[in-house]
């Protein structure tokens, strides 16, 4: 064999046994490392943070004039719409306010005639008077405009008022046991129908639960309901009469608790200006 070969036979052998450094075997792609799963909510993620940056950016570095948003726009103004609105009192009617704060109190009789007049001297007049003046004491002291009126009183012509309420008494004659209490009526023909029933109700229903003093049912008469009053006032006034007990029956009652007897009548008024609730049913 040629020493040649021998000589190429042993190299070849020993470069097969001891690879050159440069000429070692890669690792095959795909064996040891998997690409990685696309994942939809970390894209989504992404694509949402990138998005608040830019638009942050773009909010820091542009006008507010053009980044201001409709729906903040539109809540700006319709703030600003009700401050305005808030601050400026809405428009009252002068005449209108002052008539729902006047009140007229005739006292029965008074600068006409005495009325009933008891055994003892006692008239319907001075009693009346004595009530009435309570009664107005108690509503000036609340705020309310009050006039005390007499029976015929040049004012009662056209009055406007919220309220017109003439208190009267019974006889002093002895009629039966029976003859007790009181009676509240308004006019047959009035243009407010439903408002003259509630003052009806109002002073009823106050009257009876403070003074204790029963409802006297059947004995309203004509004079009550033609009272000349209710056609003298202006049509818009509610109006109405009061018989605020027997002077009889009633007389100790009526004239050691007069205070008594003018707090429910004046509860009554403002039962229904006020416009509270009737609870018990003392109406006539």
């Given at each position: 064999?040629?020493?040649?070969?021998?000589?190429?036979?042993?190299?070849?052998?020993?470069?097969?046994?001891?690879?050159?450094?440069?000429?070692?075997?890669?690792?095959?792609?795909?064996?040891?490392?998997?690409?990685?799963?696309?994942?939809?909510?970390?894209?989504?993620?992404?694509?949402?943070?990138?998005?608040?940056?830019?638009?942050?950016?773009?909010?820091?570095?542009?006008p507010?004039?053009?980044?201001?948003?409709?729906?903040?726009?539109?809540?700006?103004?319709?703030?600003?719409?009700?401050?305005?609105?808030?601050?400026?009192?809405?428009?009252?009617?002068?005449?209108?306010?002052?008539?729902?704060?006047?009140?007229?109190?005739?006292?029965?009789?008074?600068?006409?005639d005495?009325?009933?007049?008891?055994?003892?001297?006692v008239?319907?007049?001075?009693?009346n008077?004595?009530?009435?003046?309570?009664?107005?004491?108690?509503?000036?002291?609340?705020?309310?405009?009050?006039?005390l009126?007499?029976?015929?009183?040049?004012?009662?012509?056209?009055?406007?008022?919220?309220?017109?309420?003439?208190?009267?008494?019974?006889?002093?004659?002895?009629?039966?046991?029976?003859?007790?209490?009181?009676?509240?009526t308004?006019?047959?023909?009035?243009?407010?129908?439903?408002?003259?029933?509630?003052?009806v109700?109002?002073?009823?229903?106050?009257?009876?639960?403070?003074?204790?003093?029963?409802?006297?049912?059947g004995?309203?008469?004509?004079?009550?309901?033609?009272?000349?009053?209710?056609?003298?006032?202006?049509?818009?006034?509610?109006?109405?009469?009061?018989?605020?007990?027997?002077?009889?029956?009633?007389?100790?009652?009526?004239?050691?608790?007069?205070?008594?007897?003018?707090?429910g009548?004046?509860?009554?008024?403002?039962?229904?200006?006020?416009?509270?609730?009737?609870?018990?049913?003392?109406?006539?």
């Amino acid at each position: 064999m040629d020493t040649n070969d021998i000589s190429e036979e042993n190299l070849q052998a020993q470069t097969e046994e001891n690879p050159q450094k440069g000429d070692e075997p890669k690792a095959k792609a795909g064996k040891d490392k998997k690409p990685t799963d696309f994942n939809f909510w970390r894209g989504l993620q992404t694509v949402l943070v990138a998005a608040f940056i830019v638009a942050s950016l773009f909010t820091l570095w542009t006008p507010g004039s053009l980044v201001e948003s409709g729906l903040e726009a539109k809540m700006a103004q319709a703030l600003e719409s009700a401050q305005e609105l808030g601050g400026v009192a809405p428009e009252v009617d002068p005449e209108e306010e002052a008539r729902s704060s006047r009140i007229g109190i005739v006292a029965g009789h008074y600068g006409s005639d005495p009325g009933a007049v008891c055994s003892n001297g006692v008239t319907e007049a001075e009693l009346n008077l004595e009530i009435a003046t309570m009664v107005q004491k108690q509503l000036v002291d609340l705020g309310y405009e009050v006039d005390l009126l007499e029976e015929f009183d040049a004012k009662l012509t056209g009055y406007q008022g919220a309220v017109v309420l003439s208190i009267h008494l019974d006889s002093c004659e002895y009629v039966n046991d029976q003859a007790t209490g009181f009676k509240v009526t308004s006019a047959l023909s009035v243009q407010d129908v439903a408002g003259s029933q509630r003052l009806v109700a109002c002073i009823s229903d106050r009257y009876a639960n403070i003074t204790g003093l029963p409802y006297h049912a059947g004995s309203v008469t004509d004079d009550m309901t033609y009272y000349h009053a209710f056609y003298e006032i202006a049509p818009e006034t509610s109006a109405a009469i009061i018989e605020a007990g027997f002077m009889n029956m009633d007389y100790r009652f009526l004239t050691e608790k007069t205070d008594v007897v003018a707090q429910g009548i004046a509860a009554g008024i403002l039962c229904y200006i006020n416009n509270e609730t009737i609870q018990s049913n003392n109406n006539p």
